[in-house]
């Protein structure tokens, strides 16, 4: 028997779908029987997933995979469980929607580096924005485990998009809510509640992922008051693993980097936010 992957190394495996169902609203919450040897992951990497089951449909279109957030991994009867948040946006999320349980899919991972992690005692303001939500909520969960003093600041066109917040109400951190409707928290963006949480808690670290105008703005708020600032980068993704050179964005400076290989998540000074996709 080989040796399970540790920590960094990437495994690809046709996962067996546990559930794959819409949680009200416009998320959907997939759960994947990843096996034995998946390996652990830290917050803030991701998966590369085929766009549905394999060999439900015959397609080469759309060939190539999505990139999606490892959201939470728990342990199951035969080895790791991946749940994965989406959104439907276009064809290859519509496609995942159809995959049944008992089919399988395509998984690429844990891949990219993840977020550094608040340490005991320290303050950790986490800003997510539509389907960057789901980067968000291994990080809150292990930041209240290590015994961080978390706050999360969840920010949604309406109510409906507000993708895993039951899940983040159940853990032991604060949580803040602004939609731009008004249907749910306060009526607005989720960075005017980045201002007033930083201003409240002086020296907190802003860990952003979301829209890119909402993480260059939180990168903006937390550089007036001097605070770190560490983004995840949502964009598009041929490959996941540092091959199509697709997903390469400006550094600050000269020179670019891959989000799929040196992010998705950069400490916001490092980047040329002017341009990013
Ligand atoms: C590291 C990483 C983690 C991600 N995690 C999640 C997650 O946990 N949950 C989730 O729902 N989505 C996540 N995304 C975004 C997700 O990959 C895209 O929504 C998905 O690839 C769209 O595929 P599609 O075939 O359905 O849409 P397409 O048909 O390819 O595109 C439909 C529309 O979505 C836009 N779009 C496509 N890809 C992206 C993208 N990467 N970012 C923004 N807009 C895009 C297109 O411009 C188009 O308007 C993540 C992206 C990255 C890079
Ligand atoms: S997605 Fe191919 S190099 Fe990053």
């Known amino acids: 028997m080989s040796a399970a992957p540790g920590p960094g190394e990437a495994l690809r495996v046709e996962a067996e779908v546990a559930a794959n169902r819409r949680e009200g609203g416009a998320g959907w919450r997939l ?46 009867d035969a080895g790791a469980e991946v749940d994965v948040l989406y959104q439907v946006t276009g064809r290859g999320t519509a496609l995942l929607a159809e995959a049944r349980p008992g089919e399988r899919v395509r998984v690429v991972g844990p891949l990219g580096r993840g977020f550094p992690e608040p340490g005991a ?9 539509g389907t960057g939500i789901a980067s968000l909520y291994d990080l809150a969960a292990r930041g209240a485990e290590r015994g961080a003093r978390v706050a999360v ?32 928290g306060t009526r607005g963006l989720v960075t005017e509640l980045l201002e007033q949480a930083l201003a409240e808690r002086p020296g907190a670290a802003v860990y952003a992922c979301g829209p890119t ?27 996941g693993f540092g091959i199509c050179l697709g997903c390469a964005v400006p550094r600050a400076g000269e020179g670019f980097d891959l989000v799929c290989r040196e992010g998705p998540v950069f400490e916001a000074g490092t980047l040329a936010w002017d341009g990013l996709p």
Do not use: K
């Open 213 to 239: 105008p909402m993480m260059r703005r939180a990168a903006e708020i937390a550089g007036a008051r001097g605070a770190t600032c560490h983004v995840s980068l949502e964009n598009r993704m041929a490959c």
């Open 121 to 129: 005692g320290e303050d950790a303001l986490l800003v997510g924005g």
């Open 153 to 184: 600041l969840l920010g949604a066109r309406g109510a409906d998009h507000l993708m895993g917040r039951d899940d983040f109400a159940a853990l032991d951190v604060e949580l803040r809510i602004a939609t731009e409707d008004g249907s749910e």
């Open 31 to 76: 759960r994947l029987r990843a096996g034995p040897d998946w390996p652990a992951s830290r917050p803030g990497q991701f998966v590369m997933l085929s766009p549905g089951a394999v060999g439900a449909v015959a397609r080469l279109d759309p060939l190539l995979p999505r990139p999606m957030a490892i959201y939470a991994t728990r342990p199951g």
